[in-house]
């Protein structure tokens, strides 16, 4: 079982920072993460993605976080960040970690994990 835990949320005024981490973990050893994103979901709107990071560490982001969002990650600590700076109103949500393929030992044999969620960080940006 893959367990993904979101943490680094809360409230920010307009132009502050906050620093988002998504630390990955299993009944057995982590072998690797694929692909790690982080997505959002404002109330009445759908889940968007924001940015994505790869094993070998391309990225890409969404038009609405680009130059202001970082998104990063630490394989030995399987651990994904995403560094927001700049941040307006627009970006309150609650902010979703995924991973879409996750290789684990169970404790009996190696595993893959596929799109695995964390249960979510609500960001709100707010004077």
């Known amino acids: 079982q893959v367990q993904l835990v979101e943490s680094g949320g809360g409230l920010v005024q307009p132009g502050g920072s906050l620093r988002l981490s998504c630390a990955a973990s299993a009944s057995g050893s982590i072998f690797s993460i694929d692909t790690m994103g982080w997505y959002r979901q404002a109330p009445g709107k759908q889940r968007e993605l924001v940015a994505r990071i790869t094993s070998g560490s391309s990225t890409n982001y969404a038009d609405s976080v680009k130059g202001r969002f970082t998104i990063s990650r630490d394989n030995a600590k399987n651990t994904g960040y995403l560094q927001m700076n700049s941040l307006n109103p627009e970006d309150t949500a609650v902010y979703y970690c995924?991973?879409?393929?996750?290789?684990?030992?169970?404790?009996?044999?190696?595993?893959?994990?596929?799109?695995?969620w964390g249960q979510g960080t609500q960001v709100t940006v707010s004077s």
């Open positions: 995924n991973a879409d393929r996750i290789l684990y030992h169970s404790g009996i044999s190696p595993r893959y994990d596929f799109n695995s």
